[in-house]
């Protein structure tokens, strides 16, 4: 029988699905079922309705995680923080278009301290708001719901864009990853993969399933 998809996606769960009593549990119980990345959700109450957690509890992580950290800095000018989420473990740390003054200038400050850059867009915001910095970004995040809070409903207004960003780096010659955050389970992440995601995010529908490493594989496509 043919593959569904022709590729599979890199999968990052989002701790913020996590039960926190028991974070460090649940982090080394993901980190052994085939996952690539830990998704970090940070909110500030201010650019999002929310307050997750800062940098102390994904630093608590450290020596736990056996993958990377995926930052997502959901903070309104979030170059005052991107210092404090800077470790070892940290490979991208994505900021809000729509959250910086100078969104250039925020990315030489990640790329200075020697992580890689990510530059998210709300469901509201158009892609080619990014066109003259796409040379500066290593992963671009297409929120799929608005950012806030986990266990919300995919919205497919986030599938062109997927593939505006897929089809702008063969024009291009670019190598940015795509990744794509918010309401992702195993019954809808076939639509991100043929859009053209590299990266998908789930929370709920990973730290949620009876049985994390078949949720995992499934989303994977
Ligand atoms: C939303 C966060 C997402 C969210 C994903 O603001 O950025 O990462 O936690 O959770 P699910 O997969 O439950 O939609
Ligand atoms: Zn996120």
């Known amino acids: 029988m043919a593959e569904m998809n022709e590729r599979r996606a890199l999968i990052s769960p989002s701790i913020l ?3 926190f009593a028991r974070l460090g549990e ?6 052994k079922r085939g996952i690539d990345y830990l998704h970090v ?12 957690f800062g940098s102390a509890v994904m630093k608590s992580l450290n020596g736990i995680s056996t993958v990377p950290y995926d930052v997502h800095l959901m903070v309104e000018e979030p170059i005052r923080y991107i210092k404090d989420f800077v470790t070892d473990n940290t490979e991208f740390i994505t900021v809000h278009q729509e959250a910086c003054k100078d969104l250039a200038g925020t990315l030489r400050a990640i790329h200075e301290l020697g992580i890689k ?7 509201g915001t158009s ?17 799929s719901v608005e950012p806030g809070f986990g266990g919300q409903k ?21 190598n940015y990853l795509i990744e794509v955050d918010g309401g992702i389970s195993s019954a809808n992440s076939n639509l991100v993969i043929d859009a053209g995601v590299d990266v998908i995010v789930a929370g709920s529908a990973v730290f949620n399933a009876a049985d994390r490493t078949d949720e995992i594989e499934k989303i994977k496509g």
């Not at 708001?129 to 290593?138: F, R």
């Open 117 to 123: 850059t990510g530059v998210s867009i709300k469901p």
């Open 17 to 19: 699905a996590a039960d």
């Open 154 to 174: 995919f919205m497919d207004s986030s599938l062109p864009k997927i593939s505006y960003y897929r089809d702008k780096r063969d024009e291009l010659g670019l």
């Open 26 to 31: 649940d982090v080394a119980d993901v980190c």
């Open 41 to 52: 959700d940070v909110m500030d109450g201010n650019f999002v309705p929310n307050i997750s």
């Open 127 to 143: 892609p080619e708001v990014l066109d003259d910095l796409l040379q500066e970004i290593d992963m671009i995040l297409v929120m």
